[in-house]
């Protein structure tokens, strides 16, 4: 018998931790190698972690809740080895426990209690605690995050500060008589870290262009109906949209970047991310070398992607390497609206709604579809020149789509 450590897995690029939403198994449960054993979530995606060895469950280290770093241990799995490899395993076993002893005594205090979660280090910054003086209930004598929501919540706060001092908080938001407490929690609560993280880390600011796309609505309405018999799927106008910024980042790529500290990366694919919204949830999937596909591949990868989104199977896979975001606002009937970019890609674009507007042609009114294209920069990386060039660019090709330039069958 052996003791094997099941760690949290990186489930999808720039992820560095995990929330377990639940365990989908117990101490003592029997299970196969690539069973799924907890519910994970991170700000890319939501997936099970299936083990990855077969034996029984012999402790669960992280709890429900519970936000711990991509590598950390989540729970002890007891396996069964070949008798092949008994005697060997067996002397492994020795030197592992004797190891694991001696290293327990002298390194319990400055290995285990000195290495702290994102959520424990997280909860005694909101709540002023010394970690120094706590002691942990966790292995190795850790502190988890247990252990101060437990001291938090010390009925007796003469003696809570005695042992634990805790840094009074001025004000308090308290809710009154028929008022709804939400906690945050779950999705909730991976968008408000990531929002908080680009407003604080990004130097935000903003363009707007406005878009005649009388033509390009004219032709879709003419073949849409069509469209859908042959494909099965709708001629949706957020792939125009698609299609022409994703030329325009071909053509300036300075916008499909990434800020890196001492150095900004130019990414070569252009994957572009679209978020895709399910009651509650909001997901960002990506539609990998958007630049090379036909408005009618983009049609179906926006089809499949808010499809599987909404049926829960999305995968790791298909939340990854986005490079430029485009935010479908229009759907809700926005107009004008400033995005919060998609950390750490350099901009986002939000494709507000095409409205009927009298506009100024050649002297004379006339009605015309027009549309707002609003894009939010990272100023460290993109100025407003650069920008304008590209909002121009994609201004251009989307007034320029028409029956004759547009050939999607």
């Not at 709708?234 to 300075?254: E, R």
């Not at 107009?335 to 674009?349: D, E």
Request: hydrophobic share 35%; with cysteine.
């Amino acid at each position: 018998m052996v003791t094997e450590k099941i760690t949290m897995p990186q489930l999808g690029e720039s992820v560095t931790e995990g929330t377990i939403n639940s365990w989908l198994v117990k101490v003592g449960d029997s299970v196969n190698k690539y069973d799924p054993i907890a519910d994970i979530m991170t700000d890319k995606v939501n997936a099970e972690v299936p083990s990855s060895y077969s034996g029984v469950i012999k402790e669960i280290v992280a709890t429900e809740g519970d936000t711990i770093a991509v590598g950390e241990t989540m729970c002890y799995i007891n396996t069964e080895k070949s008798a092949d490899s008994e005697n060997d395993q067996e002397s492994k076993e020795i030197t592992k426990v004797s190891d694991e002893s001696v290293k327990e005594k002298v390194l319990v205090d400055n290995s285990m209690k000195g290495r702290y979660s994102p959520a424990v280090l997280r909860l005694s910054q909101e709540h002023g605690i010394d970690l120094s003086q706590v002691n942990g209930t966790g292995k190795g004598g850790r502190i988890t995050r247990k252990d101060l929501e437990k001291l938090v919540s010390q009925d007796n706060k003469s003696e809570q500060k005695e042992r634990h001092p805790i840094q009074e908080q001025t004000t308090y938001s308290r809710s009154k008589t028929g008022d709804i407490e939400i906690p945050v929690t779950g999705v909730r609560k991976v968008i408000a870290k990531n929002m908080v993280k680009s407003v604080n880390e990004i130097p935000h600011a903003w363009m707007t262009v406005e878009v005649d796309v009388t033509n390009l609505v004219q032709f879709r309405n003419k073949v849409k109906d069509e469209f859908k018999r042959r494909e099965g799927f709708n001629l949706t106008y957020f792939s125009f949209f698609i299609k022409a910024i994703a030329q325009g980042l071909k053509k300036y790529p300075q916008l499909n970047s990434t800020w890196a500290g001492d150095k900004i990366i130019q990414r070569k694919d252009i994957n572009v991310s679209i978020a895709v919204a399910k009651e509650e949830e909001l997901f960002v999937p990506v539609i990998k070398q958007a630049d090379e596909k036909s408005i009618k591949g983009l049609a179906k990868d926006i089809y499949d992607l808010a499809n599987k989104a909404r049926t829960n199977q999305l995968t790791p896979e298909d939340m990854q390497g986005g490079t430029f975001t485009v935010n479908n606002t229009g759907s809700f009937g926005a107009i004008y609206s400033m995005g919060i970019i998609n950390h750490p890609q350099a901009a986002l674009i939000q494709v507000e709604s095409i409205v009927k507007r009298p506009v100024i042609i050649n002297d004379m009114f006339a009605a015309r579809d027009m549309v707002n294209l609003s894009l939010s920069l990272d100023h460290r990386i993109l100025d407003g020149l650069i920008c304008g060039k590209f909002m121009s660019f994609v201004k251009d090709t989307l007034e320029g789509m028409n029956e004759n330039t547009l050939h999607i069958f």
